[in-house]
């Protein structure tokens, strides 16, 4: 491996980049309202890594969706968005075994963060704001995150106690 780059790492990066690029995929098909895909893999590094790690984790993966077309209207504010997002999901980090109702708390925590600060910046750039249409992807990113966030902190588990990470 690469100094600095671990298998751990390059997956994380291959998932965000997947989230991104399905994302972009199903919008173009016309859906309108899509959960965050990017999110629950930001929320599971965080969750093992902590809190400064999360938000480079976020950083990193904001700078992704900045940049995937279409991309930010503002760029650069998906990153900060969610270096935000990583930041308070890895506060909830939690030595051994958690349960799902602290995995949901943190998940919505994050997500309820990401959803606050776009809906902020687009109340800035005088943009309409649907309340409704942040519920519906704010749900819809928990209702995701609830299932993929346990298992991508598994499989990150698991790479760590084979020294892989």
Known sequence: MIRGLSLLGLLRALAVLAAALTTVTLGARGIDTLPDLVLPVVVAGALLSGPSRGALLG?????????????????????????????????????????????????????GAVALGRAALAVLASAPVSLGEVALRL????AVALVAVPALVRV??????????
């Open 156 to 165: 990150e588990h698991a790479l760590v106690r084979r020294h892989l990470a």
């Open 59 to 111: 950083l990193g993966a904001g700078w992704v969706v900045d940049l995937v077309p279409p991309g930010s209207p503002v760029l650069g504010s998906a990153a900060l968005l969610y270096a935000v997002g990583g930041l308070v999901a890895g506060a909830g980090r939690r030595e051994g075994e958690t349960s799902i109702a602290w995995v949901a708390a943190v998940v919505l925590g994050a997500a």
């Open 139 to 142: 749900a819809l990113t928990v």
